[in-house]
């Protein structure tokens, strides 16, 4: 209905459009206010009738008497609506109209992610994963590795006993390396692994040290397989994760179970080569410790170091992650901060 032709009935035709998208309590009123005997639009509005000349009167009688079906009809249809969603169990206050409450969606933590990229990557290249037990004896983690007796090189990881002696002592491994040992003494090379797992030091908690933390190995032994070949797969990696134009180095370093050693720095992904406060003004940043795998660490394998070599790395994926995503500090990813995980989940909105 358009227009009635009546001035006091078409004010009225609004308020019947708006009938449809009433909620209960509008509804009920709204119906008074129109339809009420005493004080009703609609119904003083057919008054107006008493005013008009006998001639008149029938028009506007067929027209006021439309308008009130129309009426009648849209509160009816609107009430069957409102009934059908709501579920009629005689003294129920179940509303099934009511708004729900928000669902929480899960995601990845940002370690995770960073840990299953790297494994994709490097699955590639034909890299399976292998693992090992967290609890392991000094031989596997320092002896076997080349660490000598007492070197201070072992202090460098304040290790965490588990046990004293007598005898062999039992600890929380300190890296991930002695599952290098562990493959290499489960069967013969060729050997392309990834070991992820938790390493424990005995560190307090700062800014980019927590006790437990996570790492991930990586092990290739073949025959001939040379400082080339770890040059060239850990610069691939680098430029696989950051980006194709990331500009890599490799320094000297020192691990016992490695021969060349080298750290691999990336480009500060944050100020890209400038320097800035995340980089300490270098214009670069620390991703792993790398090296051609010491013969003697081999030999002590069972594996014939006259005829096979290798090359192996360890990093930590958490400060992977952290410059990844820009996470000024390694307690936020396991603090469980809900602010800080939603907005590496992307859903800072939820
Ligand atoms: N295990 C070393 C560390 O935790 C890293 C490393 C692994 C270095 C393999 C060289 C080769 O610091």
């Not at 057919?46 to 439309?66: C, W």
């Not at 995601?107 to 290249?125: K, N, S």
């Not at 190995?217 to 680098?238: M, N, P, Q, R, S």
Request: glycine fraction near 10%.
């Amino acid at each position: 209905m358009d227009h009635t032709g009546y001035p006091e009935l078409d004010a009225l035709l609004p308020r019947l459009a708006a009938i449809p998208s009433l909620d209960r309590g509008a509804l009920d009123a709204e119906r008074i206010a129109v339809l009420g005997r005493k004080q009703g639009a609609l119904t003083a509005a057919l008054r107006a009738v008493a005013r008009l000349a006998p001639e008149e009167r029938k028009a506007f009688g067929t027209v006021s008497n439309g308008l009130k079906e129309a009426f009648e009809t849209a509160f009816a249809t609107r009430e069957a609506e409102l009934a059908a969603e709501r579920l009629d169990v005689p003294g129920s206050t179940l509303d099934l109209t009511m708004p729900g409450r928000a669902r929480w969606i899960g995601a990845l933590h940002p370690i995770t992610r960073v840990v299953d990229e790297i494994i994709a990557i490097f699955r590639e290249l034909g890299f399976a994963v292998a693992v090992g037990p967290e609890a392991e004896t000094e031989w596997f983690n320092f002896g076997a590795l080349n660490f000598p007796p007492d070197h201070p090189a072992m202090d460098m990881h304040d290790t965490l006993y588990l046990s004293q002696g007598p005898g062999e002592r039992l600890l929380l491994r300190t890296h991930t390396s002695p599952v290098q040992v562990r493959v290499m003494q489960a069967g013969p090379p060729p050997y392309r692994v990834l070991v992820p797992g938790m390493a424990y030091r005995n560190d307090t908690a700062d800014a980019s040290h927590t006790p437990g933390f996570l790492q991930i190995e990586g092990l290739a032994v073949d025959e001939g397989i040379g400082f080339v070949d770890l040059k060239a797969t850990l610069t691939h990696f680098a430029r696989r994760f950051f980006s194709p134009t990331t500009k890599v180095r490799f320094r000297p370093s020192y691990f016992p179970f490695t021969e060349p050693s080298a750290e691999l720095d990336v480009e500060c992904q944050i100020c890209h080569g400038k320097g800035c406060a995340a980089c300490k003004q270098t214009g670069w940043m620390e991703l792993l410790g790398c090296g051609m795998v010491h013969p003697t660490v081999l030999t002590n394998c069972g594996v014939d170091a006259e005829r096979y070599t290798g090359w192996a790395f360890g990093l930590g994926p958490g400060r992977t992650a952290m410059q990844r995503y820009d996470v000024p500090d390694l307690r936020l990813m396991s603090g469980g901060d809900m602010r800080f995980l939603r907005q590496l989940a992307g859903q800072e909105d939820a």
